[in-house]
Structures are given as structure tokens and as C-alpha cells.
């Protein structure tokens, strides 16, 4: 198995009802050898007419984030728990969460082997935690997970909703937080 011919497989999947209202399925993409994962929550409205994670006003911060602390996107490898845009962007319901990452995520991290995961915003970070953490409260620390370094961040989405960037600012913590995880993969 190698990580094509899981994305070909997913591009047909009916698992869950989100598959009746997308217009892609978006996989993911990156450096299948990368040693930095990013997990986010699942494909926005841009996202999802053009297929590729991360590629609407969140992803373009996101962008901005990466390229402070030097990593290159195409460096890494960006993925989200649910393949399917949720309508109207709500929250991916608990069994399209499960169904979806049992199906797709975890075989996606098993052939990537990545050294350090970032879960974007609380629905990711549930996902590793195994329970509902405040994203305020963790992160910017590690925790380990299966062997691999997870690193909880803020979610793009919830720094453009805060765009402050006063010291102690969501916004001023991830500036921190993305040098950390740079510092660490070095
Ligand atoms: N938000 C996410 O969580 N994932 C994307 O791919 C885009 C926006």
C-alpha cells in the first residue's frame, strides 16, 4: 500500500453521509516522507471545489505560520479527520469522525511515520487525546501518542476570528509554538 492508491480509494468513498454532499474528497497532500504531519478539521467551502487541504483564507495563515519558522509546505504533510466538507462547515459529527479516520487518517500516519503531529483546533486534538481537551489549556506541549510527538495549536480559523497579536494573543502564542516545533524537528 502506498499512499496513491489509499487516495484513489478514498476519492470513491460512501462511508459516511458526507460523501453526498462534497464535491471532492480531500485526501491530503505533501511529502509522503515528511516528519512533520499537520491535522486539521476538515475541508472548508474552498477546499472543497478544489480538492487540496488547506488552500482557502485559513490555509493561506496557515501558510504565514509555516513560513516564519522556516518550514517549507511542501515539506511537510497536510491531511484532516474528515475527508468530506461538512455542510455548511459544521463540526464533523462523532461517527463521521471515527469512520473516517479509522478508514483513512490512521493509515495515512502509519505509512507517513511522521516524528511530530499538529492538531489544528480541538476537533484534531480530540481525535489524539482520545477525550475533549481545551485547546487553550494544551497547547503548545507535547504529549505522546502511538510513538509520535503530537503538538497541539490553535486552529488558523480561530486566529483570524482573533487577530490580535498583543504578547499572550493566540496569535503571538503560535508564533511561539510553530519556532518550538521547528527547533525540535532540526
Ligand atoms: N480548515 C480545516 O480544518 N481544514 C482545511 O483543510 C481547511 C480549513
Known sequence: MNLELLAAQARTCVACGLSKSRTHVVF????????LMIV??????????QGRPFVGRSGQLLDKILEAAGIPRQSIYIANIVKCRP??????????????????LLKQIQLIKP?????????????????????????GKFFEWQG???????????????????????????????????????
Request: hydrophobic share 35%; glycine share 8%.
Open 87 to 104: 455542510p455548511g462547515n459544521r463540526v464533523p459529527e462523532p461517527l463521521e469522525a471515527k469512520t473516517c479516520t479509522s478508514l483513512w
Open 148 to 186: 509520535i510527538q503530537i503538538f497541539p495549536m490553535f486552529h488558523p480559523a480561530y486566529l483570524l476570528r482573533n487577530p490580535s497579536r498583543e504578547p499572550g494573543s493566540p496569535k503571538h502564542l503560535t508564533w511561539q509554538d510553530i519556532q518550538l516545533v521547528k527547533k525540535t524537528l532540526d
Open 115 to 139: 516524528q511530530i503531529i499538529i492538531p489544528l483546533g480541538a476537533t484534531a486534538l480530540e481525535f489524539f487525546a482520545g477525550e475533549k481537551l481545551s485547546i487553550t489549556k494544551v497547547r
Open 40 to 49: 486539521g478539521e476538515g475541508p472548508g467551502e474552498d477546499e472543497d471545489l
Open 28 to 35: 491530503g497532500e505533501g511529502n509522503p516522507d515528511a516528519k
